[in-house]
């Protein structure tokens, strides 16, 4: 265990990329990976995801900006804790910033880390320049993701002996290819023997309810932001909007055509260019 406050980076000269692991600092700091050259640009993943599932296009954005790509607490590499309220996740996400000496970012959030990233821009505006928030809105959500965590949390997951074995487990409740892939990208080694969740599947159970809870702030946000959505989810419908305008009045609302929730993985390349041109357009 490295000494308080002493940094573990892996650093690749060539690429501009520095990879910082949690557990080489104290325990408040998150996982993450900077690469590239340029404007801050951060980006936060979704409800049981990890940094890594950013990882092309983060590539592609570092052409251009340094990117910070962050695993939120209680999910990918980073610490553990019993609290998940936006509060807490916020206050992790500054604390990172502050670390990095980011002083302003852009920040780009899917789902669950697009609520961080809103919930952000209302307490610390002047740490954002864009804001650009992908699948969500400031509703209160009605759930929906109660099998997947009926599934994850009837795996028996110490006593498991591969990868294999766990897939087919999750695919008695989930039928969904796409989704059980994802979600076995939360599966590590235990050690020699067995397996483990790198996220802390209690905590995210026990506190789902505070997960899929709205933005809904005193005040308005007024800084430049971007809403992209899916053009088969249902995450942002049309009569959505009056609500979120009045929270972010001078938003922009942007489709994926054929893209579902993750329309970052469904359609790639035409997220990447449409955040790109935000990005430069607005700037």
Avoid at 69 to 92: C, I, K, Q, W
Avoid at 113 to 121: R, S, Y
Avoid at 193 to 221: C, F
Wanted: hydrophobic share 35%; net charge negative.
């Amino acid at each position: 265990m490295a000494d308080k406050g002493t940094f573990c980076h892996e650093i690749d000269s060539e690429a501009h990329e520095r990879t910082l692991d949690s557990r080489c600092l104290l325990p408040m700091i998150l996982h993450h990976k900077i690469q590239g050259q340029g404007d801050p640009l951060v980006i936060l993943h979704g409800l049981f995801g990890t940094s890594d599932n950013w990882a092309t296009l983060a590539r592609q954005f570092a052409e251009h900006f340094t990117v910070v790509t962050v695993d939120l607490r209680n999910h990918g590499r980073s610490f553990h804790d019993p609290v998940m309220t936006y509060t807490a996740m916020v206050e992790d996400l500054v604390r990172l910033m502050e670390q990095e000496w980011i002083h302003k970012a852009h920040i780009l959030g899917h789902s669950m880390g697009g609520k961080v990233a809103m919930h952000l821009a209302f307490s610390h505006p002047d740490l954002v320049d864009q804001l650009l928030v992908t699948d969500i809105g400031t509703k209160d959500y009605p759930g929906g993701h109660e099998r997947i965590l009926d599934a994850l949390n009837g795996l028996p997951v110490d006593q498991v002996q591969s990868r294999a074995e766990a897939e087919e487990f999750l695919r008695r409740t989930i039928h969904q290819d796409g989704i059980v892939q994802f979600l076995l990208k939360n599966l590590g080694r235990n050690g020699q023997e067995g397996y483990r969740w790198k996220m802390n599947l209690p905590v995210i159970t026990s506190q789902y309810d505070q997960i899929i809870s709205g933005v809904h702030p005193g005040h308005a946000y007024t800084g430049t932001t971007t809403f992209f959505r899916g053009g088969r989810s249902d995450y942002i419908l049309d009569e959505d909007w009056a609500e979120i305008t009045q929270r972010f009045p001078s938003a922009e609302l942007l489709t994926i055509p054929d893209a579902g929730h993750w329309l970052h993985a469904e359609q790639p390349e035409a997220f990447y260019q449409a955040v790109m041109k935000q990005l430069s357009g607005n700037s």
